[in-house]
């Protein structure tokens, strides 16, 4: 998993509340177990139409917000079905980081293993992020991990709160199996003692 330390891009502004994982990755995509691939088909029923052409109004459609690494979204963000596909399609598109009032609890978690950044800060904060989003392309957000802050494009800069052993995760890039890898050593020395003190298992 690739470490998130500074991210400073492009943030597409999404106010629509109650954005859910169907929404994020229709059910049709969900057959596959890779977690590339996925990008495409990102927010598919919203971006494009039934003939499968662009719809020119949808966000990540427009030329301004087509590299966005950086979502300003709506009130409970990520509701819905658990599929882990939907970080994954998020990711494969480009985007390291959600900013919302809130999020569903499942997705929020799912974000951590997979190497995105959910935030969550007051509405009034939000609104002020999604107003700098929409300024487009030549606006850049900056979102600091090491230092717990979101800076607009003007250089306003907001502080947020974040687990501490999350953010360890993330700075570090450890997902489950890394953090496992991180005992390595332990694990080893703990099957050798086993192993000698009970050598019939």
């Known amino acids: ?3 998130f330390t500074t991210l400073t891009g492009i943030a597409a502004p999404m106010p629509l509340v109650n954005i859910d994982t169907d929404m994020i990755i229709p059910k049709q995509f ?4 890779h977690r590339s691939g996925l990008g495409k088909n990102l927010f598919d029923e919203m ?6 052409n662009e719809i020119p109004d949808f966000v990540l459609n427009q030329p301004a917000y087509r590299n966005a690494q950086i979502i ?3 009130d409970n963000f990520g509701c819905g ?6 970080p994954w399609a998020l990711l494969d598109f480009g985007i390291r980081c959600v900013i919302s ?3 569903a609890d499942i997705f929020y978690n799912n974000c951590f293993k997979n190497g995105i950044l959910p935030i969550v800060m007051p509405q009034e904060v939000v609104d002020v992020l999604m107003e700098d989003a929409r300024k487009g392309a030549n606006a850049r957000m900056t979102v600091d991990l090491e230092n717990l802050t979101v800076t607009t494009s003007d250089g306003q800069s907001f ?3 974040l687990d501490p052993f999350r953010r360890h995760c993330l700075l570090n890039g450890l997902d489950d199996i890394g953090l496992t890898m991180e005992k390595a050593s332990a694990i080893d020395t703990y099957e050798a003692q086993m192993a000698q003190s ?3 298992v």
């Not at 969900?30 to 177990?33: D, P, W």
């Not at 079905?81 to 939907?86: I, L, M, Q, V």
């Open 159 to 161: 502080g947020f709160d």
């Open 198 to 200: 009970r050598p019939w």
């Open 1 to 3: 998993m690739d470490k």
């Open 47 to 52: 971006r494009y139409d039934a003939q499968g």
């Open 81 to 86: 079905s658990s599929r882990e596909h939907a």
């Open 72 to 74: 300003i979204g709506g």
């Open 101 to 103: 009032t809130s999020f």
């Open 30 to 33: 969900l057959k596959t177990i």
